[in-house]
């Protein structure tokens, strides 16, 4: 009975120890499926995060290039702007070679056209003035925008860096491994962060740059023209002088000359004179007896041409008012005509322009709320970030972007992207569609209703009509120097 009972609590005591080592293997392997979920947990968050910031810094670059290429577009302008104005002072320089040729031909004539020369060179030359300084201040708006957007980005930049230190702070509670992942990911998302801000500023500093080379070609081309007017001026006053000076040496041959031939005449008078006074009385018998043969034939004519004049004044006042009443027709004709097609052609402009506007807004709004719903979906993927309820509300479709933000810019650069499926056909330039201001401001002052009809204003705007001018060789460009842009 005692070795029963010592075996019976032998075994019982080997039950509990198998129990108890059992129990501690399953809470060890719960502790090791536990870490191991946790360690996967947090490599999985570290992932997303790293996904994030990849994404965040990639949209970062795109909408700098965009302003970038926004920069660069500016400067072409820039460019294309000084290229034209080149050309200007080219024809305008031609123009005044010309002018000079003539005025050598013909004094006073010259001299008023070199008159309305010089004004029109003033008024074009502040007028490319004018123009060059509003294509410097796009210039500057475009360059000060696209320091804002660096700004925000420096922004958006520090709160991914606060990000990424929240999250370190979460991690720093897991393997090692992890911590030295996300270290080697966050050092390279520095790096590319950096090398994305640095590439930025040098290509800021070459906006600006290019901005400068503009503005210093515009003063530089200022006092060009500025030389130029007084080059004229004085080349005008030495042609003055040395006209001056051919007058009175022409004056002077004149008058000699026009003695000497008043003493000629005086000879030649006097045997003229003479010969008359042989002439005279010989022609005087022949003059009576043929005025009265001319005076018979004289009144006969008269009396014909008299009869012949009474007809066909007479036939010519019954055809007169029917020509003029025909002529009237058509010509009320053609121009009611030419208004019903200008009516028809500028409502038709009207209606494309409508549509494509309506097709642009659709458009931005369809990307701006494809944007919203992306960025709502990362700022979700974040546990920390879930939190943060959105503040831009651009899911209303009434709301607008605030001017200056990235959204705004990406909706106005889509705008232009998608707004090209809707095209306004081209129409051939005149004084309606495109033409000088001027004239434009003038019509538009006397301007008709689409449904009214003006003979006066039709028959004006039409005899203003202006074509582009026809050229004879294939166009070259604006003859600008090698190298120079």
């Known amino acids: 009975e005692a070795e029963a009972k010592a075996k019976a609590e032998a075994e019982a005591k080997a039950k509990a120890e198998a129990k108890a080592k059992a129990e501690a293997e399953a809470e060890a392997k719960a502790k090791a499926e536990a870490k191991a979920k946790a360690e996967a947990e947090a490599e999985h968050r ?31 302008d820039a460019r294309a702007l000084a290229e034209a104005e080149t050309a200007r002072r080219q024809k305008a320089e031609r123009l005044i070679e010309e002018q000079r040729k003539a005025e050598a031909e013909t004094k006073a004539e010259a001299e008023r056209h070199a008159e309305a020369a010089r004004r029109a060179e003033a008024e074009e030359a502040s007028r490319i003035a004018r123009q060059t300084e509003e294509e410097l201040r796009a210039a500057r708006a475009a360059a000060d925008d696209a320091r ?12 991914v860096e606060r990000l990424i230190e929240e999250q370190r702070k979460a991690e720093a509670e897991t393997k090692a491994e992890a911590e030295r992942r996300a270290e080697a990911a966050r050092r390279a998302e520095a790096e590319e962060a950096s090398r994305i801000a640095r590439q930025t500023e040098e290509e800021l500093r070459a906006a600006r740059a290019a901005a400068d080379d503009a503005r210093a070609l515009a003063e530089a081309e200022t006092a060009r023209r500025q030389k130029a007017e007084r080059l004229i001026e004085e080349q005008r006053k030495a042609e003055e ?40 009385a010989r022609a005087e018998a022949e003059a009576r007896a043929r005025a009265k043969a001319e005076a018979k034939a004289e009144a006969k004519r008269s009396a014909d041409a ?28 053609a121009i009611r005509v030419l208004a019903k097609a200008e009516v028809a052609r500028r409502q038709e402009a009207e209606h494309l322009r409508g549509e494509q506007r309506q097709t642009a807004e659709t458009a931005a709004r369809a990307r701006a709320l494809t944007d919203m719903k992306s960025r709502v979906a990362r700022s979700l993927s974040t546990p920390e970030a879930a939190a943060e309820p959105p503040t831009d509300d651009v899911l209303n479709d009434e709301a607008e972007p605030t001017p200056g933000t990235v959204l705004a810019h990406a909706q106005t650069a889509e705008t232009a992207e998608h707004s090209q499926t809707a095209e306004i056909p ?25 449904d009214e009809f003006d003979i006066a204003y039709e028959v004006e705007r039409l005899l203003k009509n202006r074509r582009w001018e026809k050229r004879e060789e294939p166009f070259r460009g604006f003859d600008s120097p090698p190298g120079r842009f």
């Open 46 to 76: 570290a992932e997303a995060a790293r996904r994030a910031e990849a994404e965040e810094a990639s949209r970062t670059a795109k909408q700098a290039e965009e302003e970038l290429r926004a920069a660069r577009a500016a400067a072409d």
């Open 148 to 159: 804002a957007l660096a700004e925000a980005e420096t922004a958006r930049r520090q709160k």
């Open 241 to 280: 002088a040395r006209a001056k000076a051919e007058a009175e040496v022409e004056a002077k041959a004149r008058a000699k000359a026009e003695a000497k031939a008043k003493a000629r005449a005086k000879v030649e008078a006097k045997a003229r004179a003479k010969a008359e006074a042989k002439a005279k």
């Open 306 to 333: 008299a009869r012949r004049a009474e007809a066909e004044e007479a036939s010519r006042i019954a055809r007169q008012p029917e020509e003029e009443l025909q002529a009237a027709r058509a010509n009320a004709d």
């Open 426 to 450: 081209e129409h051939p330039r005149s004084s309606d569609d495109a033409g000088d201001a001027g004239d434009s401001a003038d019509d538009a002052s006397k301007a008709p209703g689409l």
